[in-house]
């Protein structure tokens, strides 16, 4: 059998063993009134911490590319990096492997391919080429 984790203590109040756990932040508390003064501050969902994405070995390789036109300007990178929609998706752990199979191989083009078969993955790139190449 697993082991429970050992019991926490309300991080409202700080006295109280925590019954709950705030479904949008995770923090502990032990009772409605802690909820409410919890919930007098926003809170956020927590991001997934490194330590669920593997170290992985990635190939050198060079990163110029031939047609500058396949470069993302910066202004673009940013409407990507701003988009909660974007930010959604990669919650995903499984694209995030995608990616990370697709960044760590020695066949990009290949792996990339095989991805695009993935809808998960098809769905993401769409959204990218939304923000990137919007429809006039």
Known sequence: MGSRPPPRKCEVCREAQSKYKCPNCLVPYCSLACFKKHKENP?????????????LMLPERSYEVNDPSWVVDKERLQLIANSSE?????????LRRIIQKIDGS???EDQLTNAMEEQIFHDFTEKILTIISPQE
Do not use: H, M
């Not at 809170?43 to 170290?55: D, G, I």
């Not at 974007?86 to 499984?94: H, Q």
């Open 86 to 94: 974007i930010r959604e998706a990669l919650r995903n752990g499984d």
């Open 106 to 108: 020695d066949d990009p």
């Open 43 to 55: 809170c956020k969902k927590p991001l997934p911490s490194v330590e669920e994405t593997p170290n």
